[in-house]
Every structure is written in structure tokens, then in C-alpha cells.
């Protein structure tokens, strides 16, 4: 009988400690350590994968060959591309997302279009009933995927060496456990444990494994940190539950961009690839209303046009309300304080709320010129030019900087029928005005863009 040690994790960092703390010495968090009950085998301790191999010997740089990995289509345009062109055999690939976003429907739809493959998904959450009821509402499904309802790791790998599959869905992290720890699923310990297994699994079996994991309620993938550190790529599903849009990003990959961004739209039937999001994320019918403007965002490589909503009104209570959706409230302050100083517009007692449509979430720089000029149509009640659209960083002076890839944007833009663009003058130095049809106002400063805007 081994004997038992007890263990206190902080559970924002993962750091532990044989003893409570109350500040984590590592993240500076306070009231973070929990405690862990570990039991490790002394003896006879069996590989937790099952596999026995070769201990690896040192090898001089010249000895090892650069193939390109072969990648495995998902048969799935966008994911493809997130991931940067294709699953890579052996690669390890962490999903994160809001409960009920559409994480695991994305999954579970994707390996059903992969009938050359053979796929074993594990489901630790729901009952193989369950799958059958989504897998039924989701289209162009195939009979080949192999399920099994399993929380035990040592079980899985019983499975995954009678079936020998191509990939592996594991769903999800947090509910599997092994036996080699007494913890209970999902405490740091386990995850930490489980997810180190999987990995050696996945590098010495050469299988790709797809994990989906929870988030916390900061909106980091619970784990914590350290879940990431252990996975090859690290996928991002995020929206809201209230929109049809869902938005796929990479925050870690090292197979390819992290760049890159894929988006889907939610339906009955499941999740449709979003092939031209500036289309949809633009209502058709806002000409003469005041308080929107029309912005030409780059979200990773990808530009398209996203609609700015602004509301100023008189601040009814004392303190003027500032709100902001999908758009950082800090910059917001920062260019609200930009408008007072530079331009001379009075808006300290006034409620300014900020609204991006479509709920995305949108860190592009660019959009300030966007974000000023749909507050100060609010503020004056006056409507901006429906064919007009603009891009521009805002300095803390004023001046309106250049931002990058301005001839996407400007091609974006002239693709859906806008026939003039404000743009930095900066970045007029160096572009092809031949191939541009539609009109280019070059602006210095925000009081030019405003003339240009309102007269």
C-alpha cells in the first residue's frame, strides 16, 4: 500500500506547495491553494499510455529529416485553416469555449465528414443516446465514427489499442482521471496528469488527439496555465450564446499562424462556415439614422466590414454611464477623453454606450476612427454617408495613425458597393491608386475626418 501525500496546488497557476499558503509565491494570488491528495506507486509502476518504447538516443541535426508533416483534412475550410492546413498526425489540439457555445457540436460534425479516417470520440460528459440525438440533427453524417462513454484514462487506452484509430476526441479534459492518482477528476492534479499522458500517447503512437476543455470564469481555459503549455495547439471557440456568430481563434500553434481566425454561424442543423462575414455582420437598412459607422477591421488575416452603434444621451442619474460591448471600455474612455481634448467636444455629462453588431469581439486598433465618428454623429444627431467607410488608429494627440494592410481593407470595402474610404494620409505613401476605383480621403488628423464627414 503506497502511501498518501498531501499536496496544496494553487489553482490559478498550478504552482504547489507542501503546505497552505494564503499568497501564491508564483502568480501573487491570494486564497488560490487548494489541497491535493496524491498517492504515486513506488514499484512496478506501469507506463499510464500502455506503450513501451525504445529509450530515444541524442542525434546531431544532420541525422534527422525535415519531411513536411502529412496533415489530415477536416474537410472543414475554416477549421482547416485555423489550424493551419490540416491536422497534423501526432499533434495534440486543446478546443476552449464557453459552456453551451458549440464546442463539441463543431467537433462532432467535423469527424463525421472524415469517412476515410477511422475516429474514436470519448465522451466523458454525455451518454452515447445523447450523441446520437445531435448527431441526427447535423448533416452529412457517416456511420464509421466509433463511440465509447469512458472516464477511466487506463480504459481508454484499452479501446485505442483494440481499435488502433486515427484520431482520438476526447470529451472532455476535465472528466477524465487515472488511477495512479487518488484526486478527483478535474482537481490540477489530474488534468496535469492526464494531459501528460496523452501527449506521450499521441507523440509515440503518432495519433492525432483533439481535446475540449472547460473555461473558468476569468475566461482562461481551466487547468490552469499549464493545461496549454502541455498541448500543441490551442483553439479558442468563443461568441455569444444570444448571436448566431461564433468565432474559432488560435491562440497557440505550432503548426502553423496564430493569425488566423475562423467563423461559423449557428444553426438547427449545426454550424455553417462563414465565408464572407462582412455581408452578414452589416444591416442594409441604416440610412439617415445617426450614432452608426462603418469600420474595415482585420481580424487575423482576414479583413471584412463591421457595423459601429453609438448612443449619446443626457446623463439622467449623476454619474454618466460608459458602456461598451464587444469593444475594450479603457480605449473607449481613452478616445472619449481624445474627443474632449483635442476636438472640443463636451461629453462629461453625457451617457455614452458602444456597440458592436453581430456580438464580436473586435481588438483591431483600426476601428477607432469608426468608434469616434459613430459617437459624435450620435452626439449631434446626425447620420455618417451610408457609402462611406473608414479605418484609422487615433492617437492620444488627435492624429489619426496608419494602420496595416490598407489595400485589403480598401478591397474589402469596394467589393460591397462603398464608394469612398477615409484612410490615414500616412498610408497613402506607397499605394496603388490605379487599381482602386472608389474615392480615398486621406486624413491627418481627427478634425479633418470629421470635416470630411459632416462638412
Not at 503512437?205 to 475566461?219: D, F, R, S, W
Request: with cysteine.
Amino acid at each position: 500500500m503506497a502511501k498518501e501525500k498531501t499536496v496544496y496546488v494553487c489553482s490559478n497557476c498550478g504552482q504547489d506547495s507542501p503546505k497552505w499558503v494564503g499568497k501564491c509565491p508564483s502568480c501573487g494570488m491570494w486564497n488560490t491553494y487548494v489541497e491535493e491528495v496524491v498517492r504515486k506507486e513506488v514499484v512496478n509502476k506501469r507506463p499510464v499510455s500502455g506503450i513501451a518504447t525504445a529509450k530515444a538516443k541524442p542525434v546531431t541535426l544532420h541525422e534527422i529529416v525535415a519531411d513536411d508533416e502529412p496533415r489530415i483534412d477536416l474537410h472543414d475550410a475554416e477549421l482547416n485553416r485555423v489550424l493551419g492546413g490540416g491536422l497534423v498526425q501526432g499533434s495534440l489540439v486543446l478546443i476552449g469555449g464557453e459552456p453551451g457555445i458549440g464546442k463539441s457540436t463543431l467537433v462532432l460534425q467535423t469527424v463525421l465528414r472524415i469517412p476515410e479516417k477511422r475516429i474514436l470520440y470519448v465522451s466523458g460528459e454525455e451518454s452515447t443516446r445523447q450523441l446520437k440525438l445531435r448527431a441526427d440533427r447535423l448533416t452529412n453524417t457517416s456511420s464509421d465514427c466509433l463511440i465509447v462513454c469512458e472516464t477511466s484514462l487506463e480504459q481508454i487506452y484499452v479501446h485505442v489499442k483494440n481499435i488502433r484509430p486515427d484520431i482520438v476526441i476526447i470529451d472532455s479534459i476535465q472528466t477524465i482521471s487515472t488511477e495512479t492518482l487518488e484526486s478527483s477528476p478535474g482537481s490540477i492534479a489530474q488534468v496535469r496528469e492526464c494531459s501528460a499522458s496523452i501527449l506521450r500517447f499521441a507523440k509515440e503512437t503518432h495519433t492525432a488527439v483533439i481535446l475540449i476543455g472547460h473555461i473558468n470564469k476569468e475566461g482562461s481555459i481551466a487547468g490552469p496555465k499549464v493545461l496549454e503549455h502541455i498541448v500543441d495547439t490551442v483553439l479558442q471557440f468563443e461568441g455569444d450564446q444570444h448571436y448566431m456568430y461564433r468565432i474559432l481563434r488560435s491562440i497557440k500553434n505550432r503548426f502553423g499562424s496564430t493569425a488566423e481566425l475562423g467563423i461559423y454561424e449557428m444553426r438547427q442543423d449545426g454550424l455553417r462556415q462563414v465565408s464572407n462575414p462582412s455581408e452578414l455582420l452589416l444591416s442594409q437598412d441604416h440610412e439617415g439614422m445617426s450614432g452608426i459607422a462603418i469600420a474595415s477591421a482585420i481580424e487575423g488575416v482576414r479583413p471584412f466590414l463591421i457595423e459601429t452603434q453609438a448612443l449619446v444621451s443626457s446623463a439622467v442619474y449623476g454619474n454618466p454611464q460608459r458602456s461598451a460591448t464587444g469593444f475594450d471600455i479603457r480605449r473607449m474612455n481613452m478616445l472619449l477623453a481624445v474627443l474632449e481634448k483635442r476636438v472640443g467636444f463636451k461629453l462629461a455629462q453625457k451617457d455614452v454606450f458602444l456597440n458592436i453588431a453581430g456580438g464580436l469581439k473586435v481588438n483591431d486598433p483600426a476601428i477607432d476612427l469608426a468608434v469616434i465618428s459613430a459617437i459624435l454623429s450620435s452626439n449631434m444627431d446626425t447620420a455618417v454617408e451610408p457609402e462611406v467607410c473608414m479605418a484609422g488608429e487615433i492617437g492620444l494627440s488627435g492624429e489619426i495613425r496608419p494602420v496595416n494592410r490598407i489595400e485589403q481593407r480598401i478591397g474589402e470595402a469596394e467589393k460591397l458597393g462603398f464608394k469612398r474610404f477615409i484612410l490615414p494620409k500616412y498610408n497613402m505613401q506607397g499605394l496603388n491608386t490605379k487599381k482602386i476605383k472608389m474615392e480615398l480621403i486621406p486624413v491627418r488628423k481627427v478634425e479633418e475626418a470629421f470635416r470630411a464627414l459632416f462638412g
